[in-house]
């Protein structure tokens, strides 16, 4: 059950700088987005809002609505944690929990939803292992560390971990830029297969990746170092590739941005 | 993978390692070839070698001279030095016996230990957590800078306020615990009686409040630096500050609290004039911690020497020794503890 996220003028600060100003943006339920733009315009941290882990750093807060299926995550009788719970997230760096077995950090998030039987947390770890495309190299070794494995198993345990508790949307910064070409080709597979079943938006500063995963993508620029980023276009990204509306988009995905 | 923090625990075995300086620094000819160089490195190499040739030498005299002296009184014991519980190195007529051990010292020693221990290391990894955590920032900074403070009093000023003050305002709590946990052979509830507030129960208490700011200031320490990621890891799966705490902060600072807190076991052993005050010197094997009575290695020593005569100050020394033994196998075991979990992490 994928939900859609309408963003409307999204004012986003570290403490008393202002960060990202003015992001409106609808995203489709069941589709890709791509978040693009040169680093430091405010891609991860919008990204952050989505899923309220931009105000787990101390002074940071947001102004505007973010809204899942149209309930504003904001509201002041939301439970972060619950908005979390529903929006999965994957981060640059893989972080699997280094004193958890594979198997263990599969099921974190589960556990913390209550006790479950055992033959059903097997079976869910199966399920997001494979649909991580980790398992036929794990399932021998379930009780490792997770911090056994390579960078990009590493990361794949980590998308494992996301889905396991089936969340309605799934946010990636960056997930592949510490990988190698075959990893993030298994991965952005398995984005592919993903899109079937969950929302989800993905940071990238590869425009391959853009260009071959996303449905939409979005391109967020800054005027200068030290101002606000913002939000320039969102389009069909076979567009934004093709035939942007903005000359700043067209000089950013053709090189000659700067 | 994690680092591990500077583990609190290496501090603990810095004594053993001294001499590693030696033997890493004899590496071949170095590249950047220059006389200076190696007389740098021979020089540098020529003063750790005497260093640590120094204190293994003082070590080792020190624990000469104790044993030279403990040995002719052992041998002058007409009890056996390990379970008997009485104190009398010394015959009161001339050929009389001689009667000694350390029985009660050692029991008295480890379960006054123990109280503080089960009181200080939960309420310690509490305020940790808390000042690490949970306080907002106005109020965490005071509060650890408070805890750091605390950990700064000399143990004898928490002595006298123990013994001034706090061990008459227990009577109520001891009270309790007698008459609701007497079954678990710890606590003896006599209605008639007054709640002993002399007790190693007392000197147990005074002693966690001693040895908690530092365990708490240590494992404060070890839990500011969990990596954001790994905080953040749970929080975006959906976890609440204490599930974040638990599966984050907790694993990450196990080996960190445990040499914090064998640190803070160190110096309740160890204690001297607190537990001296306050215990009334029984020399006796009661197992009721909260009736008066106990004393310990530290505290006998601290109350004998000043009437101990020839055997009787051997008969010190050869308890000290025993201290000293004991101190060693349980940081032997933590160290034990810290390098297992540091695996396993
Ligand atoms: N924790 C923080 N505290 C203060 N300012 C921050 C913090 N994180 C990011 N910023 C600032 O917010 C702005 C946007 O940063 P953000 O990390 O969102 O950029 P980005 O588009 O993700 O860049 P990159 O492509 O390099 O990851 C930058 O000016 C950055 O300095
Ligand atoms: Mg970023």
Redesign the pocket.
């Known amino acids: 059950m994928a939900k859609s996220i309408d963003v409307s003028d999204l004012n986003?600060y570290?403490?008393s700088?202002l960060?990202?100003e003015g992001v409106s943006m609808f995203i489709e339920p069941k589709s890709v987005t791509a978040?693009i733009?040169?680093?430091?315009?405010?891609?991860?941290?919008?990204?952050?809002t989505l899923n309220r882990m931009h105000e787990v750093?101390p002074?940071?807060r947001v102004q505007g609505k973010v809204l899942l299926d149209g309930e504003d995550i904001y509201g002041s009788a939301v439970d972060p944690v619950n908005v979390r719970r529903t929006i999965g997230m994957v981060f640059?760096r893989p972080n699997p929990f280094p004193t958890m077995s594979i198997y263990d950090n599969v099921v974190a998030g589960l556990r913390l939803a209550g006790r479950q039987p055992r033959a059903k947390l097997d079976a869910i770890v199966e399920k997001a292992l494979r649909g991580a495309n980790l398992w036929n190299e794990v399932k021998d070794r379930l009780k490792k560390p997770g911090a056994s494995l390579s960078g990009g198993q590493q990361q794949r345990l980590c998308i494992a971990r996301a889905i396991a508790v089936e969340p309605q949307v799934l946010l990636m910064?960056?997930p592949c830029s510490a990988l190698d070409p075959i990893s993030t080709l298994a991965i952005e597979d398995l984005i592919q297969d993903l899109k079937g079943k969950y929302t989800i938006v993905i940071?990238t500063?590869n425009m391959q990746q853009a260009a071959r995963v996303s449905d939409r993508t979005g391109f967020?620029n800054?005027s200068a170092?030290?101002k606000?980023?913002r939000l320039v276009e969102m389009d069909d990204t076979q567009r934004i590739f093709s035939n942007p509306t903005d000359k700043r988009t067209e000089d950013y995905i053709t090189g000659r941005f700067g | 993978m994690t680092e591990n923090p500077p583990s609190p625990g290496a501090t603990i075995g810095a004594a053993g390692s001294a001499h590693v300086g030696a033997s890493t620094l004899s590496g071949g000819p170095s590249l950047i070839s220059g006389a200076s160089v190696r007389r740098g490195d021979r020089v540098f190499r020529g003063l750790s070698v005497a260093a640590s040739a120094s204190v293994l030498a003082i070590m080792a005299a020190i624990a000469a001279f104790l044993v030279s002296e403990a040995i002719p009184a052992l041998a002058k014991n007409d009890a056996n030095f390990l379970t008997e519980t009485k104190w009398f190195p010394d015959p009161s007529t001339p050929g009389g016996p001689v009667i000694f051990g350390i029985a009660s010292l050692a029991i008295d020693t480890l379960v006054s230990s123990l109280v503080a221990m089960a009181v200080a290391v939960p309420v310690a990894i509490g305020i940790a957590l808390f000042t690490a955590y949970y306080a907002p920032r106005r109020l965490a900074r005071p509060l650890a800078y408070l805890v750091d403070l605390l950990a700064a009093v000399p143990s004898i000023v928490y002595g006298l306020w123990g013994f001034f003050f706090f061990k008459n305002h227990l009577g109520g709590l001891v009270l309790w615990l007698d008459r609701w946990f007497g079954w678990t052979g710890l606590f003896h509830y006599r209605p008639s009686a007054l709640p002993g507030n002399q007790s190693l129960f007392t000197a147990g208490l005074v002693l966690a409040i001693m040895i908690l700011p530092i365990i708490s200031a240590i494992s404060r320490e070890v839990f500011v630096q969990v990596p954001r990621q790994n905080i953040e890891a749970a929080l975006a799966l959906g976890a609440t500050r204490w599930e974040m705490v638990r599966i984050s902060v907790l694993p990450f600072g196990r080996a960190g609290v445990t040499s914090a807190s064998i640190l803070g076991l160190g110096r309740a052993l160890g204690e001297t004039l607190a537990v001296a005050l306050i215990l009334t010197q029984v020399y006796d094997i009661n197992l009721h911690i909260t009736e008066n009575g106990g004393i310990t290695f530290a505290s006998n020593i601290a109350l004998k020497i000043g009437e101990a005569e020839n055997t009787g100050t051997g008969a010190l020394i050869a308890s000290g020794l025993v201290l000293f033994v004991i101190t060693l196998a349980v940081n032997s075991v933590a160290q034990l503890l810290i390098r297992r979990s540091n695996v396993e992490a």
């Not at chain 1, 733009?37 to 952050?48: A, D, E, F, I």
């Open positions: 986003i570290y403490g700088f960060a990202v978040f733009g040169p680093s430091g315009c405010g891609k991860s941290t919008v990204l952050r750093i002074g940071a640059q910064d960056e940071v500063h967020f800054l170092v030290g606000p980023g």
